[in-house]
Each structure stands twice: as C-alpha cells, then as structure tokens.
C-alpha cells in the first residue's frame, strides 16, 4: 500500500515564474491537505481539499491557488515566486472522519533564486 | 498569544531517562489532539492521537487536560532513536489542523 506521493522532490524557480506541485494521496484517504515548512518551523496550512472543493483555506495570498481530481489527488500551484516562497511544501492526506490524524508525503523543496 | 504553543527546547536527555512535554491551546472548541515527530529534513510522521481518557501505545503515553486546554505526551526508557522534533497538533471545529512549532528533543548516549 504506498502512502502519500509529491513530485517533484526538489524544484528550482527564480522570482516572478509559476510552479505547479503534485500528490496523490494514500489508498483510501479522500481528503488533502498541503502545508508550508519554513525551516525551524511548524507546519503552516495553505488550504484542504475535500470531494474536489477548497474547503478550508490557511492565511495565504491568491497567488497560491489548488485543485483536487476525481481521483482524490491534488495539485499546489503558485504563481509569481517570491524569494519567501522558497520552503518544504508537504502534501498531507487523511480517511474520512474528523477525528483521524494526517499522513504526509516527503514533500517538495522549493527553492527561489 | 499562539493558538499551539510548545516549548522549542532542545530537551538535551540521557538515554533511558523519561521526558515530558507539554502543549497549551488556545480554542476550547478543539476537537481532536495529535503527537507528531519529524526527523531532520523529513516530513512529519503521525506518532499518536490523543483520547480525553489518556492513551498509550508502548513507552509513549499521552494524555489530554480540557480544562486546562494542555496535552502531553510523556516518552519512558528513551532511546537514541527517540531523537527528533515533536509536534502538538489540534484540529478545530472547522477540521483545520492547527500545528505547534515543535519542541526538539536530543537524547544523550
């Protein structure tokens, strides 16, 4: 049973371009999370997605935008990088039911020069 | 004030020793409490949730104060493997996952 997959693992982007990051969530788990890890730093949420709509958004511009496929899987775009943008971008996914705890993929490292 | 607050440490112990951590929270509405570790430069990986009746699983106990709006989480007989950062998570009446900033642990040999 494989759990959380992102790609790509690593990206280098330089300021003012576009980035789209990709997760497939573990079998059986409908619903995706994506967070921002800066380093020495707790997760920050970006937003949820649950039966293909944004249903929980964290305190991040527009320019962070995602969607969600039939398939439960997810995509975080991000447009105009900032150098600030540059973090561990985790992809988390849960089973149905309120009470479960998240189960994250390895994350995407984006640096932007 | 944060909404998750832990203590950063690092919580320098020796080996075999027992350690304790503490979160606060600041939503009493919170639903549901999690322990996360995260190794260096790894993603988090889900340790154990917390049941407002205490909970153990192995040389991990944590346990859950609604009252005082804390949870802990107390690891006994530490190994050096136990080394890592250790995340209070608290999911609001919104299902949004609210997270602390950790509190890094080194164990000693």
């Known amino acids: 049973d494989a759990g959380v997959t992102q790609s790509p693992t690593h990206l280098i982007k330089t300021r003012g371009q576009q980035v789209t990051l990709r997760c497939s969530p573990k079998?059986?788990?409908?619903?995706v999370s994506w967070y921002q890890q800066a380093l020495g730093q707790g997760p920050q949420f970006i937003f949820q997605?649950?039966?293909?709509?944004?249903?929980q958004r964290g305190n991040f511009p527009d320019r962070f935008s995602g969607h969600q496929f039939p398939n439960y899987s997810s995509e975080l775009n991000v447009n105009a990088l900032l150098l600030g943008d540059s973090a561990l971008y985790l992809c988390?996914?849960?089973?149905?039911?309120?009470?479960?705890?998240?189960?994250f993929g390895p994350g995407t490292r984006l640096t932007v020069t | 004030r944060k909404e998750v607050e832990q203590d950063p440490g690092p919580f320098n112990v020796p080996e075999g020793a027992t350690v304790a951590f503490n979160c606060t929270y600041s939503?009493?509405?919170?639903?549901?409490f999690f322990w996360y570790r995260q190794d260096c430069r790894k993603e988090p990986k889900l340790l154990m949730s917390?049941?407002?009746?205490?909970n153990e699983d192995g040389r991990f106990t944590a346990q859950l104060n609604r009252a005082s709006q804390y949870i802990s989480l107390l690891i006994r007989d530490s190994k050096l493997s136990d080394s890592a950062t250790y995340l209070c998570?608290?999911?609001?009446?919104?299902?949004?996952?609210?997270w602390g900033a950790g509190t890094k642990l080194i164990i000693k040999p």
């Open positions: 988390a996914s849960s089973p149905p039911g309120i009470g479960e705890g998240q189960y």
């Open positions: 079998s059986g788990h409908d619903t």
């Open positions: 939503n009493s509405a919170s639903q549901s």
């Open positions: 998570v608290v999911r609001d009446s919104n299902y949004q996952l609210i």
């Open positions: 997605y649950y039966e293909e709509e944004e249903r």
């Open positions: 917390v049941y407002s009746s205490g």
